[in-house]
């Protein structure tokens, strides 16, 4: 490892309230969960952080459950329990899709819901699917919870409202009665990040995210209000092309990633036969 | 730190963000899990933390207090994933092996191919290919 481990220091709080207290009296601790995107930077040598908040053994930041007729997904709960989870799979099949693809069985096993969402990398596979759930998301300090809508969660390439004091403790997806859809185009199944990764929820109020293609997770409001105008999928998928703002990098080229979004939304209508 | 590896209480003096690879490495002395790419993508690092493979270089010594570690050397030489991958040809130079037989541990009994595909996505392996994994551990 890159980063000397005897440089680092870890506060391990006994509760979340502990957490919230510790994270109050010095907001430059980074909360650390599953370390599956942590530990690649420290491994590399380009963490900037030396002091971490361990929130992996707090259990109640893992419980999966139904509240006022909402699922709440608590912010440790691992991509293998999501899959695992017999709430999630009912009721948001797409989520357990997302997660089925993150990584290898290894990843899945550490790797959090709300580590991938902290993140904040545009190629999360968890954050479309969340966009179109119209997720909130639970921020919590040592005086408040605030409750954000996901889509107004990011304000830019991996920046968020998170303030340094708050944590993420939980996820709320209001229930989903329409015919949902997720697809992730990457070079493999496994251990490959996405080129374009898109969910969509279709019935009255259409909705389609994607990742990959913007510095952040986008809705794509003129196609979402196209669909519900009664576009067919051929000029929504012309919309969605135009909608996106990919870029070339090392993964695929803005080109394809346009075409893909077209194709996908294609794909969308032919496999739910609106 | 305590720890239990393979059945075995220890005690480590290793700072609390060490990856659980050096401790497991340098600390106790166990140089059966190897270190491919470090950075979770080959596997070569997998452990069981409490039964679930993990990536031992992306786990920190902390996250490893009070649970319960498997490593290869556990397996003790003459587990039947083991003998199947040397009797099917399944290792070639050998440093993916501890970590394709420590992630074939959490297969259900009978696995299918599918099954041990989804199981290996995360494992790596640069010279012998999958299909003599495949066939080792179907056979295990
Ligand atoms: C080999 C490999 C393959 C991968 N494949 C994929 C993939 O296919 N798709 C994908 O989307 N991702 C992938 N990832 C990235 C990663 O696994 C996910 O983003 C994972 O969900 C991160 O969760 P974690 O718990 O490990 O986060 P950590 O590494 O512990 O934390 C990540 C960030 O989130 C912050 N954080 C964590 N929890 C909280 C919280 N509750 N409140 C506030 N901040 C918090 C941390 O401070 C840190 O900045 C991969 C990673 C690896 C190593
Ligand atoms: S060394 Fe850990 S996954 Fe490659
Ligand atoms: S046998 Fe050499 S990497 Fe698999």
Known sequence: ?274 | MRLRVNGREMEVDAPPMTRLLDVLRIHCELPGTKEGCGEGECGACTVLLDGEPVCACLVPAAHAESAEVTTIEGLGGEHPLQRAFAEHGAAQCGICTPGMIMAALALPPSPTLDDVRVALAGNICRCTGYHAIYRAILRA
């Open chain 1, 1 to 274: 490892m890159r980063t000397a481990a005897a440089s680092l220091d870890l506060v391990r709080p006994r509760s979340v309230d502990d957490a919230l207290r510790s994270i109050a009296d010095d907001p430059s601790l980074a909360p650390i969960a599953g370390c599956t995107d942590v530990f690649v930077g420290l491994n590399a040598g380009t963490f900037a952080g030396t002091r971490f908040l361990d929130l992996w053994p707090l259990e109640e930041l893992r419980e999966i459950g139904i509240r006022n007729g909402a699922i709440s997904i608590g912010a440790l709960a691992t991509h293998t329990a999501i899959q695992e989870s017999p709430a999630v799979v009912s009721r948001v099949p797409i989520l357990a899709a997302a997660c089925r693809e993150i990584g290898g069985a290894q990843i899945q096993n550490r790797g959090t819901l709300g580590g991938n969402v902290a993140n904040g990398s545009p190629a999360g596979d968890t954050l479309p699917v969340l966009a179109v759930a119209e997720a909130v998301v639970v921020l919590r300090s040592a005086t408040q919870e605030r409750r954000i809508p996901f889509t107004s969660f990011f304000t830019g390439y991996r920046q968020t409202v998170r303030r340094p004091d708050e944590l993420i403790v939980a996820f709320e997806l209001p229930p989903l009665d329409q015919v949902q859809w997720f697809r992730k185009v990457g070079t493999r199944a496994a251990q490959a990040i996405s080129k374009v990764v898109m969910a969509v929820v279709g019935g009255e109020r259409p909705r389609v995210a994607v990742g990959s293609v913007a510095p952040t997770v986008i809705r794509c409001t003129r196609t979402e209000a196209a669909l519900a105008g009664g576009a067919t999928f051929d000029e929504a998928s012309r919309i969605v092309e135009s909608e996106v703002q990919p870029i070339d990098d090392l993964r695929s080229t803005a080109d394809y990633r346009r075409r893909v979004c077209g194709n996908l939304l294609r794909r969308f209508g032919t496999e739910t036969q609106r």
